[in-house]
């Protein structure tokens, strides 16, 4: 099974995707869409859904994860963030997949162990769980998606989850 993990933003937008067989994971590919922040908000979209779309047209996930939306002090963040969400959950579902939603605490539980874990400790278990992997903070996150997603999805949990020990 291979899993398109997404961390969404608008200036950044993460992805990482992994093929999961039996209870080992195998990193394929990972990387960041990023927007001009000086552009109109319309063409960073146009950008978030087209290079997400051709990534997975290249490499042809069965399944797709993003990460849920925080809320956030500052209303016009959040909305920015809700739209940048939107398109990259449209790219996926477009293609025909569904698209299941973690929230961010529990990806990092599932990734690190700890809730409140930060973007280092994030990056820091990528590296222990996909050896090899050097990944940017947001490519990291969206990796992490991924393998919650591994852990967490109802075909998954029969199999009884992917990590020793991991949170279902």
């Given at each position: 099974m291979r899993i398109i993990g997404i961390d969404p933003g608008l200036q950044r937008t993460g992805w990482g995707l992994i093929d999961v067989?039996?209870?080992k994971l195998t990193h394929i590919s990972h990387g960041v869409v990023t927007t001009d922040t000086k552009a109109p908000t319309a063409e960073r979209l146009v950008k978030i859904f087209d290079e997400l779309t051709q990534m997975m047209q290249l490499w042809l996930p069965d399944e797709a994860a993003i990460e849920?939306?925080?809320?956030?002090?500052?209303?016009?963040?959040?909305?920015?963030?809700?739209?940048?969400?939107?398109?990259?959950m449209m790219a996926p579902a477009k293609m025909g997949l569904d698209v299941a939603e973690y929230p961010a605490n529990l990806v990092k539980k599932s990734v690190v162990?700890?809730?409140h874990a930060e973007k280092e400790q994030v990056q820091?278990?990528?590296?222990i769980l996909l050896p090899g992997v050097e990944a940017s903070s947001d490519a990291a996150d969206a990796l992490a998606v991924a393998i919650c997603h591994a852990n967490h999805s109802s075909s998954r949990a029969k199999m009884g989850g992917i990590?020793?020990?991991g949170v279902r």
């Open positions: 067989q039996g209870n849920e939306t925080f809320v956030n002090k500052n209303p016009a963040s959040s909305l920015k963030l809700g739209l940048a969400r939107g398109v990259a162990g700890a809730g820091a278990m990528i590296k990590m020793s020990g």
